[in-house]
């Protein structure tokens, strides 16, 4: 007889409260094994593929994709004995157990715990049967998620390298998800068109004109933070304007050496190593204030975050233990770690414990900025975009490279003097990386 299991959207071990549903890779009728993944998720921080820890056949979706769910809520049902060879049900009335403590080792991470429910079944009744999957790919009966396409971080990567608009395709998998097969279908000219996009579905209001989007995810947690930061923290911002030619040209000439071949040195690579020799002279950068045991947190390593802008919004991936890394080390680090946040697949754990944090807006063009302070963290620094500027070199006017960083720093922990020497030392080693040896 069935024995239904319902399974909780849980903790991913970042204390999290809800979560947003972005895709299904089951349906009902599928047949799972234990640890197979069933859903990703989109918590504050960054998209999560969640295992179910039994074994069975689904029964249910509770949730549609690009709903907000609660931790705890649950989101499918499950069928773990569907060929009846589990003991018979008790015939009391349906009661919600906690699972032994056993059932839920295989899952990792997880901090909530599933709800059993077992049911009787009617007298007379036969179970019903699986859904057959459909042998053609239907559309969708409406699009979720408005003018977003349902479509993994990969997903998107690939369409944006072959040139398809994604908001042009209906999704093949389940839910209108968009898959790799969809968009290559595209590339080649035999896609089918997608689903029109109501403007009820879309958040889009002909009448003012307006379309409206619920606030969640990363960019609600990101708002929050930066809230916070901003009334908590009381913020100074710096700006220093620097001749980085000799750093330039350095980068010329490692890009041929054996050494660093295939590694990809950036400025953002140099800025890196910067920051940590720096902050070991100035280490008020590196700590925190801890407002309930009123006390000032020196940390003795620098966990270093790096902003990202990622189709789920900005996230700040740590490099942990930086000031401990080679250039070679740091360059690697650094591609590593942006691959991964642009293609969505961010671990909760990366973004987790910085001590200090770089924001590039170089890449976008612009010169400088004032960057917010990350909760949790000291000092933040900013790199402008690296310019040919008309600058005075040994009494003469000539072209070079010009960069300007900004830094943002909590005045309750970094007095000016600090947030000084530490951004002209930042200056000092951009300008001319052969200074690193006197460090």
Known sequence: MPEYKQFPLADTAEGLTEADIIAWQVKPGDKVTVNQIVVEVETA????????????????????????????????????????????????????????????????????????????????????????????????????????????????????????????LTGSADGGVITRDDVQAAANGSAAPAAAVSSVDSGYDPATRERRVPIKGVRKATAAAMVQSAYTAPHVTEFLTIDVTPMMEFREKLKKSREFAGVKVTPLTFAAKAVCLAAKRTPDVNAVWDEAAQEIVYKDYVHLGIAAATPRGLVVPKVRDADSMSLKELAIALTELTDVAREGKTTPAAMLGGTITITNVGVFGVDTGTPIINPGESAILCLGAIKDTPWVVDGEIKVRKVLQLSLSFDHRVVDGQQGSEFLADVGALLADPAVAITY
């Open 45 to 168: 921080k960054a998209a999560v593929e969640l295992p179910i820890p039994w074994a069975g056949v689904i029964t249910e979706l509770l949730v549609e994709p690009g709903q907000t769910v609660e931790v705890g809520a649950p989101i499918l049902t499950i069928d773990v004995d569907p060929d009846g060879k589990a003991a018979p049900a008790p015939t009391a009335a349906p009661v919600a157990e906690e699972p032994a403590e056993e059932e839920m080792k295989p899952l990792v991470g997880y901090g909530s715990k599933a709800v059993v429910t077992q049911r009787r079944a009617r007298k007379g009744a036969t179970p019903a049967p699986a859904p057959a999957a459909p042998a053609v790919a239907v559309a969708p009966s409406k699009p979720k998620g408005g003018y977003v396409p349902l479509a993994k971080p990969p997903v998107r990567k690939l369409a944006k390298d072959l040139g398809v608009d994604l908001h042009a």
